[in-house]
């Protein structure tokens, strides 16, 4: 039975981690300690999952005291370097939620810190397990439309879940390194790995057009707004229990407020984001994030030298069409529910019913993590690398829209 500690007890550590962890995998991972800043917020997580372990705030102590195995990370972006070194520096591996991190120094000081100690990293790009992306990720592997020159991609996030980003920590740059990094690591993450190729070079413009302070007339936060009755992006934190256990019941220890208003003063992140992106095998790539759109979804086409690949996952329904180069068009089947990948080892621990999360890619990509996975041909497990790469196109585009100048991904990175 392995050993588990977790660091960062807020929605993610507890329905991802703490709930699985009582539930999906007791019979081969025990959660021995919780660390959070907010002490509260941790009693309440662990309160929430059904699980009992010690609280701590004081992350080494918990390691001294608890001796885990395994670290799993779930603060906020940019603390996750800080517990990742530490962690392996005590001798634990660790499995780190996305983005690994937020700046080049800090995934460099990773990289260097998990060579130096022989442990491992993990992190966790559920993307690459959802079956739709999968079923791409196979067509390109068997070069269904050639060797692949140029792709657009599109992600639209709508004024529900993006909004969600501008009310709290995510919303401040030195938290979260920007959408580009929060988010769009998923997507980068999904295009490096489609493409099994290197960014090397990008470009950037970005701007924040819809979450600003003058878009309407707004208060600090939505619980105490005196435009809560006619606000559309009223968050009603008392009503959702959830919410209310990890967040406004325990708010007077850090001050952490969830409802914060999302035309604040003091958003410094972009809601509007094109990129350009260059690879080192030769492909070049556009890449547009909106956080304001009327619907949420992604749009991918990959232009190939026998053809053309057109992918849509948006308004609930997933489309892949695949044209030759005479313009014949051919639909995909593609799976219409989650499938069981059998080449992950645990798989067959998981029953159609406890499918769920983010497209049924939570539970199987804990299948790979918490049980091993010993057979991985899709290279679906992300290391370090990937995280480098992913993180690092949100990265340079951050110093290319800073600068106004294309930015080397080797000019921020020690282990390109
Ligand atoms: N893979 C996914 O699909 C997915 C989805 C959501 C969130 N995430 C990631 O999970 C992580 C947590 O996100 P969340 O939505 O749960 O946020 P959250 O704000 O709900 O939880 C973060 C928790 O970390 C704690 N924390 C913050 N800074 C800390 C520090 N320096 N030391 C110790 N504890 C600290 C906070 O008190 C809070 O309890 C983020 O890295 C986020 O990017 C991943």
Redesign the pocket.
């Known amino acids: 039975m392995k050993k588990y500690a977790i660091?960062?007890?807020?929605?993610?550590?507890t329905q991802?981690y703490l709930c699985p962890l009582a539930k999906e995998l007791p019979d081969c991972a025990t959660l021995v300690a919780a660390?959070?800043?907010?002490p509260k917020?941790a009693e309440a997580a662990l309160d929430y999952a059904g699980l009992s372990a010690p609280v701590y705030t004081d992350f080494d102590k918990m390691l001294a005291e608890t001796n885990p195995d395994t670290i799993i990370v779930?603060?906020?972006?940019a603390?996750?370097d800080e517990y990742i070194i530490r962690a392996l520096e005590a001798g634990c591996d660790v499995i780190t939620?996305?983005?690994m991190t937020t700046t080049g120094p800090k995934c460099n000081a990773i990289m260097e810190a998990e060579k130096r100690t022989g442990k491992n990293v993990a992190v966790?790009f559920?993307c690459r397990f959802m079956p739709f992306y999968v079923r791409v990720k196979e067509l390109l592997r068997e070069k269904i439309v050639g060797d692949i020159y140029s792709v657009h991609f599109e992600w639209m996030l709508n004024t529900d879940h993006g909004a969600d980003y501008f009310r709290?920590?995510h919303s401040r740059r030195e938290n979260s390194g920007s959408l580009l990094i929060?988010k769009s690591t998923?997507h980068f993450d999904l295009l490096n790995w489609w493409l099994e190729d290197e960014p090397v070079k990008v470009n950037a413009f970005g701007t924040r057009r819809f979450y600003t302070p003058d878009h309407q007339p707004h208060g600090e936060r939505c619980l105490t707004c005196q435009y809560k009755s006619t606000c559309e992006y009223y968050l009603d934190i008392e009503s959702d229990e959830f919410y209310k256990k990890i967040y406004l019941d325990v708010e007077d220890v850090?001050g952490?407020r969830r409802d914060r208003c999302i035309f604040s003063e003091e958003i410094d992140i972009e809601d509007t984001v094109a990129l350009n992106i260059q690879y080192k095998g030769g492909v070049v790539a556009t890449y547009a994030l909106n956080a304001h759109c009327p619907y949420e979804g992604m749009k991918i086409v990959f232009n190939g030298e026998k053809g053309r690949i057109e992918v849509a996952d948006c308004l609930g329904k997933k489309t892949l069409t695949v044209f030759n180069r005479q313009g014949d068009e051919i639909v995909y089947n593609i799976p219409q529910k989650n499938t069981l990948p059998k080449h992950l080892a645990g798989a067959d621990q998981l029953t159609k019913d406890n499918l769920g999360g983010?497209g049924g890619s939570d539970p199987i990509m804990r299948a790979a993590l918490f049980r091993g996975c010993t057979h991985d041909p899709l290279g679906q497990v992300a290391d370090t690398r990937a995280g480098m790469f992913s993180l690092g196109i949100g990265a340079a585009a951050n110093v290319s829209m800073a600068e106004g100048r294309s930015v080397e991904l080797s000019e921020l990175f020690d282990f390109i």
């Open positions: 660091v960062g007890t807020g929605h993610r550590g991802a660390c959070d800043l907010n917020r779930t603060t906020k972006d603390a996750h939620e996305k983005p966790t559920n709290r920590w929060h998923h850090d952490y983010h």
